[in-house]
């Protein structure tokens, strides 16, 4: 804020200069926040917090939309956000490839579009501020490797809230430079983005073909913060099956204390919107930004409260 002084005698000339030397105020400017996920998955409540405080603390508007999966919907949101003349756009990438045309009408009209959460190379995205994928996936195969001694011949098991999607086919090709070498077997199942449904699926999959899993990787936050629940309906005790994933909600924080999940992936979900919105803010007032952020640390039970906390706000 800008103070208006009273000023006496001679020194209301001198006011009046520097008025109309000092440059204006900033105006205010609107962003647009857009998530390939759904609603009702825990870690995009931490990703919208983000997003909310950046909003308050900065006095700028940001306009949030989800859309679960849906490919059109989301390339549609991001020419609503080129149309309303936006000053910027944060957006996850929800296929590998599905936003290369709408990022270069939107760069075309001198919007900057920051990528965040699930990384496109193929896409002129201004900056990413996220994990590198390929890399969080190869670090959740050799903990299994390191840890559990998986084997020529194990398989391990691999459910995932939206097949194809960017986030999981670029997990999985970092799990495939690790097991594919050693002859460690995987197969991909589909989930969905519906929490109950989630459970159900997982719970058939876990009763026909227990006995053959020996191990399991949560290539999303959903089925990963299902585990526990999974294992107490179809009768599996804590620490039977080896499991790693992402660990971006209190359902896996609680898993890991309580020994049903051995390491979840933090993506530090509040930052990550914080930080994006920050370098399309930058961009939009002509700094343009030269480089990615990476962020991402793989915990277990030694350090598992400390991210408890920091979600359940201790």
């Not at 194990?154 to 939206?162: A, I, Q, Y």
């Not at 070498?181 to 995987?186: F, M, N, S, V």
């Amino acid at each position: 804020m800008i103070d208006t002084w009273k000023l006496p005698l001679v020194g209301a000339a001198m006011a009046a200069v520097a008025a109309f030397a000092a440059p204006a105020l900033a105006q205010d400017k609107t962003f647009y926040w857009v998530s390939h996920g759904g609603p009702a998955d825990p870690v995009w409540t931490y990703f919208l917090q983000g997003a909310k405080q950046w909003e308050t603390d900065t006095g700028n508007t940001v306009n949030t939309s989800f859309h679960s999966g849906d490919v059109p919907a989301h390339q549609e949101a991001i020419r609503a956000a080129i149309a309303a003349g936006a000053d910027g756009i944060a957006t996850t990438s929800p296929d590998p490839g599905s936003l290369v045309e709408v990022v270069a009408e939107a760069r075309a009209a001198g919007i900057p579009v920051i990528n965040f959460n699930t990384p496109d190379p193929t896409v002129d995205f201004n900056a990413y501020v996220g994990g590198n994928l390929q890399d969080v996936g190869r670090r959740w195969a050799q903990y299994l490797v390191d840890n559990h001694q998986l084997k020529s011949g194990d398989f391990v098991w691999m459910p995932v809230e939206v097949p194809g999607a960017t986030y999981g086919v670029q997990e999985e090709e970092g799990i495939k430079s690790v097991f594919e070498p050693l002859g460690i077997t995987w197969e991909v199942t589909d989930a969905t983005l519906d929490q109950a449904e989630v459970i159900n699926r997982m719970s058939d999959y876990m009763t026909a073909n227990g006995s053959k899993i020996n191990a399991i990787i949560g290539l999303g936050d959903l089925v990963t913060g299902s585990i526990q629940r999974v294992f107490t309906q179809v009768g599996i005790d804590a620490g039977a099956i080896p499991v790693v994933g992402w660990g971006n909600s209190t359902d896996t924080s609680q898993a890991i204390l309580a020994g049903y999940v051995d390491a979840g992936m933090w993506q530090d979900p509040q930052a990550t919107s914080y930080l994006a919105l920050s370098l399309a803010n930058m961009a939009s007032s002509g700094i343009p930004p030269a480089f990615d952020i990476t962020v991402g640390a793989l915990y277990d039970k030694t350090t598992a409260e400390t991210y408890d906390k920091i979600m359940t706000g201790e």
